[in-house]
């Protein structure tokens, strides 16, 4: 059964991202600079992001359970992000001359499409090769693949009771090893530190969340309740604390998208506000829309300032949004399924041939 206000909090995560990356995200490339950057729904809209996080830890703890073997469970997740992964990146690739204004620059060669459609951005480090980004914000995608191999072999080949305490020994190990390296500085923290970084444990404490409190919601064990609330304090704690000094806003501001999460199981007014249309719409086109919104929306604010100066400045995101809006909804309501029917045709078909 679809647990469907999930999808009313994708709505909401990448809505904040979208306004992040509008008004705070780039500041050096809008036309309106950083007049809008410190708004806190703009300046934290980042959050969205651990709140993906989070969604993506309980909805995979569930998928985990209805998928019997490795192999299944990793496919069912290829087909769930490659279609349109695939789709965006031709998309954007082919529209390079047109948003030229990209704050990620244009890449100048092929190889740029390689870290999304194989959902890694090892290959720099595998072949020492330099592969410019195609869109910086597939970050995310990257560390959601590394989080579904590792569930996925913990849950599979040493059992489904490892999988929460494995997730927590990985964030609890980055932290430890952050924190002593900062005082120490010993060669072979560094070393362990890499790997951990090398893996994106940081960001693990978000995942292992979301799976302890669907521990949660299953049994309705307060332990895992408690448990779920320490690991989102500690997660919360030391969000961004690589790229900025320990900062409250961060803190409450994380605290907060977590306490949406958790409050969305327990009232039905908050369900309702959650299953609401225009939430379930932006849930809809949440990934496609993560995909292709980032450059493409900068530049046409770039755009818009120069084809409708009469505007006002604060206006400036709104037709960028409307139509990378538009175009997600095309990707995931009409592409994004015909191509995931083609690829599950053609997986069959081989199978078939096989036996």
């Known amino acids: 059964m679809r647990i469907q206000h999930l999808d009313g909090l994708r709505g909401i995560a990448i809505i904040l991202v979208v306004l992040f990356h509008a008004y705070a995200g780039w500041p050096e490339h809008v036309p309106y600079g950083s007049t809008y950057a ?15 996080f989070l969604v993506s830890g309980f909805v995979i703890a569930i998928t985990l359970e209805k998928t019997e073997s490795f192999k299944h469970f990793i496919y069912k997740r290829w087909l769930r992000l490659f279609p349109a992964m695939l789709i ?19 890449p100048p060669n ?17 072949f020492n090769f330099e592969i410019p ?24 080949f040493l059992g489904r009771k490892f999988l929460i305490p494995v997730l927590v020994f990985l964030f609890a190990s980055w932290v430890i090893m952050y924190s002593s390296y900062a005082l120490l500085e010993f060669e072979l923290l560094r070393v362990l530190l890499s790997i951990g970084n090398l893996l994106s444990l940081k960001h693990f404490g978000w ?5 302890i409190y669907y521990s949660y919601y299953k049994t309705g064990e307060r332990k895992w309740l408690i448990a779920s609330w320490l690991l989102i304090l500690l997660s919360a704690t030391t969000v961004r604390i690589e790229v900025e000094a320990f900062n409250y806003a961060n803190i409450l501001g994380a605290l907060a998208v977590s306490t949406l999460f958790i409050l969305s199981f327990k009232h039905t007014f908050l369900q309702r506000i959650l299953q609401s249309k225009i ?30 100066p009469w505007l006002h400045p604060f206006l400036y995101p709104y037709p960028a949004i409307i139509c990378v809006v538009l ?29």
Not at 38 to 52: A, D, M, N, P, R
Not at 88 to 106: K, M, N
């Open 133 to 156: 980004h195609l869109e910086i914000a597939f970050w995310t995608l990257y560390i959601e693949f590394k989080f579904y191999v590792i569930a996925g072999v913990t849950y599979y």
């Open 38 to 52: 410190e708004v806190s729904i703009f300046k934290l809209g980042w959050l969205g992001v651990e709140l993906f």
């Open 110 to 126: 092929i190889f740029s499409l390689l870290p999304g459609l194989t959902f890694t951005n090892w290959w720099p480090k595998l």
């Open 207 to 211: 995942f292992a969340a979301g799976s």
């Open 88 to 106: 965006a990146s031709v998309l954007i690739y082919a529209t390079l001359g047109i948003f030229h204004e990209r704050p990620d620059g244009i």
């Open 279 to 308: 939430l379930l719409f932006f849930g809809l086109i949440s990934y496609p829309l993560y995909l292709i919104h980032n450059n493409a929306m900068i530049s046409m604010i770039i755009k818009t300032e120069t084809a409708f």
């Open 327 to 355: 175009i997600a909804y095309i990707i995931a309501k009409h592409l994004e399924p015909q191509l995931g029917r083609l690829l599950r045709f053609k997986a069959s078909d081989r199978r078939y041939k096989t036996n």
